[in-house]
């Protein structure tokens, strides 16, 4: 979690004031200083996001083909997650779970 958003929820579980949180971090806005706390709460794991309507659209139950197959999608991979064509990734699982794990290329 980002050092800054550490600091905006323990100046607001102690109760400062909106005034000086703002003053103490550079914000302008009592709208900025709201946005910047849910955003903190979001990424500490404190709230769940709102998901918008494609978010919510990509949440779909993916099948195994006949093959062994399981396609994900360019919107998925590339937009949300970030991959790239080329990327490698090492497959493990832990009880229900699988895991991705990106491989680094070597220098």
């Given at each position: 979690?980002?050092?800054?958003?550490?600091?905006?929820?323990?100046?607001?579980?102690?109760?400062l004031?909106?005034?000086?949180?703002?003053?103490?971090?550079?914000i302008?806005?009592?709208?900025?200083?709201?946005?910047m706390y849910?955003?903190?709460?979001v990424e500490?794991?404190?709230?769940?996001?709102?998901?918008?309507e494609?978010?919510?659209?990509?949440?779909?139950?993916?099948?195994?083909?006949k093959r062994?197959n399981?396609?994900?999608?360019?919107?998925?991979?590339?937009?949300?997650?970030?991959?790239?064509?080329?990327?490698?990734?090492?497959?493990?699982?832990?009880?229900?779970?699988i895991?991705?794990?990106?491989?680094?290329?070597?220098?």
């Amino acid at each position: 979690m980002r050092e800054e958003a550490k600091k905006l929820i323990q100046m607001v579980r102690k109760g400062l004031p909106d005034k000086e949180i703002m003053e103490k971090l550079g914000i302008q806005t009592r709208t900025s200083l709201k946005k910047m706390y849910y955003d903190a709460l979001v990424e500490a794991g404190k709230i769940k996001d709102i998901l918008t309507e494609p978010e919510v659209k990509m949440k779909r139950t993916l099948k195994v083909t006949k093959r062994g197959n399981m396609l994900l999608s360019k919107r998925l991979l590339i937009d949300k997650f970030g991959f790239k064509e080329g990327d490698k990734f090492m497959v493990s699982k832990r009880k229900d779970r699988i895991i991705l794990r990106k491989v680094e290329e070597e220098a």
